[in-house]
């Protein structure tokens, strides 16, 4: 394991058993209050222990994934007003428009996580491996975070088939959305950071469409 691979694991364990704990003991606190600080950490943290241990691809990975998650609120908003297939529920914090405010900054943690694994895998089997490591890690983050944000509740699926409060429609955008971060996270490695913001956009769009064709094909063709 190199050192940059065990800091971010180190650093995602951590993260996770203090983020966990503080939800499950906020007493009467708001989840969404909690929610909120602990993306606000996860940003802070990451910028801080990146710098402290000199690692560049790191901050280069969050820059990616924290302007994504930005973009990303607009999928979330059109499966809320465009498709009514989405809820966020009222959970003490702010909200932008139909999704509450810390979206705009949670995709950012998954992003991380699954372009970290991918080049990992990259770096030991090659980009072919590391491309397919994107969507599986997507499917395994993605569904832990559908089976278990759905419980707070973080959001809600409304008026499609549901396993376990995960939505099978959204199953394969979710893997192209995986993918895509990994592509994305390379296509813009190399240049400057204002190159992030196109990449991000219509990669948030794109998932946009997947979602909704998805929508189409599975809870108004397949299963209806």
């Known amino acids: 394991m190199t050192p940059l691979e065990r800091d971010l694991v180190v650093f995602h364990a951590v993260f996770l058993t203090v983020a966990i704990a503080a939800l499950v003991l906020r007493g009467g606190i708001d989840h969404g209050v909690v929610m909120t600080y602990a993306v606000l950490v996860y940003h802070l943290g990451s910028v801080a222990v990146s710098t402290w241990r000199g690692h560049d691809r790191w901050r280069r990975w969050w820059t990616f994934g924290a302007v994504l998650s930005v ?113 994305g996270a390379r296509w813009t490695r190399t240049g400057r950071a204002i190159a992030i913001v196109p990449v991000a956009a219509g990669i948030a769009l794109t998932y946009t469409g997947a979602a909704a064709v998805s929508w189409l094909l599975i809870e108004r063709g397949l299963l209806s």
């Open 71 to 183: 973009f990303m609120v607009l999928p979330d908003a059109v499966l809320v007003r465009g498709l009514g297939v989405l809820e966020f529920p009222p959970d003490g914090a702010p909200n932008l428009g139909p999704v509450t405010a810390y979206m705009a900054g949670l995709w950012a943690i998954p992003t991380v996580v699954i372009v970290g694994v991918a080049e990992a895998v990259a770096y030991r089997r090659g980009d072919r491996a590391a491309a397919i490591t994107a969507a599986l890690v997507a499917v395994v983050v993605f569904g832990v975070a559908e089976a278990t944000l759905t419980l707070l509740p973080v959001w809600e699926p409304v008026g499609v088939t549901t396993i376990g409060g995960f939505a099978p429609y959204i199953l394969l955008p979710e893997v192209l959305l995986g993918w895509m971060m990994f592509a």
